[in-house]
Nanobody, 125 residues
Framework: QVQLVESGGGLVQAGGSLRLSCAGSGRTFSTYSMGWFRQAPGKEREFVAATTSNNGLTSYADSIKGRFTISRDYLKNTVYLQMNSLNAEDTGVYSC??????????????????WGQGTQVTVSS
């Protein structure tokens, strides 16, 4: 069992930055690949970024590539999403998720077993 808790969301002006955190618990957390997803009002959940457990691979959605960075601190059992140059289209609820296959990054929400509650990010233009 893995529990995930996100934090770091908030209101930011366009062009600003935020860093989201996803704190994980459970003795197997470090073996999971981790992903970030977001959902804007009236839209489907979409993939943002993912990172593996063992080999440091990362994957990003084209819409955020070069602006967002996913990273992982194994000592703190935390995954981060650094978001720079934010714009209004980045507004949404951001959720982290855990995929039991620690060797691959996946973009489909159905590949992820555990989810956090989400944190709201609002970018004002």
């Amino acid at each position: 069992q893995v529990q995930l808790v996100e934090s770091g969301g908030g209101l930011v002006q366009a062009g600003g930055s935020l860093r989201l955190s996803c704190a994980g618990s459970g003795r197997t957390f470090s073996t999971y690949s981790m992903g970030w997803f977001r959902q804007a009002p009236g839209k489907e959940r979409e993939f943002v970024a993912a990172t593996t457990s063992n080999n440091g691979l990362t994957s990003y959605a084209d819409s955020i590539k070069g602006r967002f960075t996913i990273s992982r601190d194994y000592l703190k059992n935390t995954v981060y999403l650094q978001m720079n140059s934010l714009n209004a289209e980045d507004t949404g609820v951001y959720s982290c998720a855990a995929n039991p296959n620690g060797y691959v990054t996946r973009r489909s929400p159905t590949d992820y077993t555990y989810w956090g509650q989400g944190t709201q990010v609002t970018v004002s233009s």
